[in-house]
């Protein structure tokens, strides 16, 4: 007589019987970016997605320019070392949620993309996933030396394996779907700015 999970075994041993045998994967081709200028091509597709870019000098400057550009931000969290934030994780910002109160968020990118403007971050750098996406505006400090050409460059440098969360961001939150008109900031931060570090 048959138990009740026979049938079941049946089915899973026929499809096991039919698996093809694995084929190896197939070789990935190498895409070349032709343009040499990476700097100039990732600013201008960039501010085509509504990201506002500009270059300094060093991580000393990003205080004044937070200064000079964002005067009216009340909270400020930095990310990164050698620029000023006035609230930190486990003090005002314990959940994620918490990230809606923070102005203005200070991260660096690992990576960014010639090709489409996009940044690449991790958790690593966010620190916490939600202040990349809550705050109400985000700079992104991005060294120049690491920008890579086209997206397949980039896939193969963001060794994904490595991180739980990782995102490439291109400009503030945007959405064309109401009526066909465009609407910035529309889920996330209302502006979005790289600062490229020569």
Do not use: C
């Not at 934030?85 to 968020?105: C, F, I, K, M, S």
């Not at 910035?184 to 979005?192: P, R």
Request: charged fraction near 20%; proline fraction near 4%; charge should be negative.
């Amino acid at each position: 007589m048959k138990q009740p999970n026979d049938a079941k075994s049946t089915i899973l041993e026929k499809i096991r019987a039919g698996k093809p045998d694995a084929l190896p994967r197939p070789e990935m081709p190498d895409f070349a970016y032709e343009s040499s200028d990476l700097v100039g091509d990732f600013v201008r597709m960039a501010e085509s997605f509504d990201a506002k870019t500009d270059h300094i000098e060093g991580i000393e400057a990003i205080d004044s320019y937070i200064k000079e550009h964002f005067a009216d931000v009340n909270t400020i969290y930095s990310a990164v070392e050698g620029v000023s934030g006035n609230v930190h994780l486990g003090w005002e910002l314990n959940r994620p949620q918490d990230a809606q109160q923070v102005d203005l968020t200070v991260i660096a990118g690992v990576f960014g993309v010639a090709e489409t403007g996009s940044v690449w971050v991790t958790t690593e750098q966010l620190t916490m996933n939600s202040l990349g996406l809550l705050a109400k505006h985000l700079i992104i400090v991005l060294r120049e030396q690491d920008l890579v050409g086209n997206l397949h460059e980039g896939y193969k440098r963001a060794n994904l394996g490595s991180q739980q969360y990782g995102v490439f961001m291109t400009g503030p939150s945007a959405t064309a779907d109401i009526e066909a008109v465009h609407i910035t900031g529309a889920q996330g931060a209302l502006s979005a700015t790289v600062l490229l570090l020569s």
